[in-house]
């Protein structure tokens, strides 16, 4: 799943005030002007992910073929985004409590992403450490609020005595967590069991768009 940039934002609140208006969808033209887009390729863009995350439903061969899809059916759930965690070398943080912070902001979700789980919450991901999980410099990863975590899941490790937080792979090793990255040019992290503490597990990644 993929967070809208604001230009797609704007298109579909277009598409929708223009339908309760005109009581019939927009032409690209229409978008263009009401939205001051560049040009019809950029329009066309925006709408194809627009469509892609099924926000929309597009019919090409016909001028006014763009039918906005019933977002209700598909509930979402707004997650708070309560900070940023490292994909890379350990990032200091305040406190072993700052995921109870108030949240920076927030997205939404597809409730079915979060399949009723509680304390579910959103950090901004920095550094590539985790890139060949999929995860890059920039992404948002679900995590939920977890204090233990089976060998190879992926989880916000807080080090106590650096007061820095991670985001990793955690393995259980004989007198020692190893935490490793997803990038074959990074060492993974070794730590004493005592000197870590899981905060929360991965359970969905939010990747940024490039708008066009």
Do not use: H
């Amino acid at each position: 799943m993929k967070t809208l940039s604001s230009k797609q934002k704007r298109i579909l609140e277009f598409l929708r005030r223009f339908r309760e208006e005109k009581d019939y969808p927009p032409t690209i033209r229409d978008i263009l002007k009401g939205c001051r887009i560049s040009s019809t390729s950029v329009v066309d863009y925006n709408l194809r992910i627009l469509e892609k995350e099924g926000y929309i439903r597009r019919d090409r061969e016909v001028s006014r073929g763009i039918e906005l899809l019933d977002r209700v059916k598909r509930r979402v759930v707004r997650v708070p985004i309560i900070g940023y965690i490292a994909a890379g070398e350990p990032i200091p943080v305040p406190t072993s409590d700052t995921w109870r912070t108030e949240s920076l902001d927030a997205v939404e979700v597809s409730a079915d992403l979060i399949k009723g789980r509680e304390n579910v919450y959103a950090l901004k991901v920095k550094g590539n450490s985790m890139i060949d999980a999929l995860i890059s410099d920039g992404d948002i990863v679900l995590m939920q609020q977890a204090t233990t975590a089976e060998n190879g899941e992926m989880v916000a490790a807080w080090l106590k005595s650096e007061e820095e937080t991670t985001l990793k792979k955690l393995y259980r090793e004989r007198g020692r967590i190893r935490l490793q990255p997803a990038n074959a040019r990074l060492k993974p992290i070794y730590a004493d069991p005592k000197n870590v503490e899981v905060q929360g597990k991965v359970i969905g990644v939010i990747r940024q768009l490039t708008a066009a």
